[in-house]
């Protein structure tokens, strides 16, 4: 019940995009498509799950027994993820060239995509309340809550490019046109977002 509780919490209550506005950069830049957004967001999905079980296994049995989790997660956790997108690049370029073209220069971008850093700082320091008692997240529940994270990313992307490819059919003001009308969207959709709050 409580991974339940943490899937619906991260995709709808608690959208990483949304509710805790990181990850804004990819959101805007690779929406403006469909098929890209669906590529960003599976490679956010990977790159965000493996970076989380990476980080927190490198946290709980490197860093903080040598009492550097202080003052290197930070650093070393900007190192890792850099090092697994770099992974993910090589894998795309060689086994779907076509999405590797099609993201561009966005897969670099997760890199410095403030969403995944995020997690990974946040599941090694968040307290998870269930059943009236806080506790750490374990490693199962922190690739729960990542993959919550990451899917929430992936459904906004989808929606937000969706809504976009339809907003390019129709005419809007000559003033509003590209990035006002973008971030209005968003702010709408953010809006319907926060209909889901008090689910969970």
Request: hydrophobic share 60%; net charge positive.
């Amino acid at each position: 019940m409580k991974y339940l509780i943490i899937i619906l919490s991260t995709i709808l209550v608690n959208n990483v995009i949304f509710s805790q506005f990181l990850g804004i950069c990819p959101f805007l830049g690779t929406s403006k498509k469909t098929s890209t957004a669906l590529g960003m967001g599976a490679a956010v999905i990977f790159v965000l799950t493996l970076a989380t079980l990476v980080t927190w296994l490198v946290n709980q049995y490197i860093l903080i027994p040598l009492g550097l989790d202080k003052f290197m997660q930070t650093i070393a956790f900007i190192l890792i993820i850099a090092a697994l997108v770099q992974m993910v690049e090589i894998i795309l370029k060689k086994i779907s060239p076509s999405l590797y073209t099609a993201l561009g220069v966005f897969l670099p971008l997760i890199t410095t995509n403030c969403a995944v850093l995020g997690v990974s700082l946040t599941v090694v320091t968040k307290e998870f309340n269930y059943g009236g008692v806080a506790h750490m997240l374990s490693l199962g529940e922190s690739i729960v809550y990542a993959v919550g994270i990451a899917l929430g990313f992936a459904l906004a992307l989808i929606i937000f490019a969706g809504v976009r490819e339809h907003i390019d059919l129709m005419e809007p003001p000559k003033g509003m046109k590209g990035t006002p009308i973008a971030l209005i969207t968003a702010g709408i959709l953010a809006l319907a977002f926060m209909g889901f709050t008090g689910i969970v």
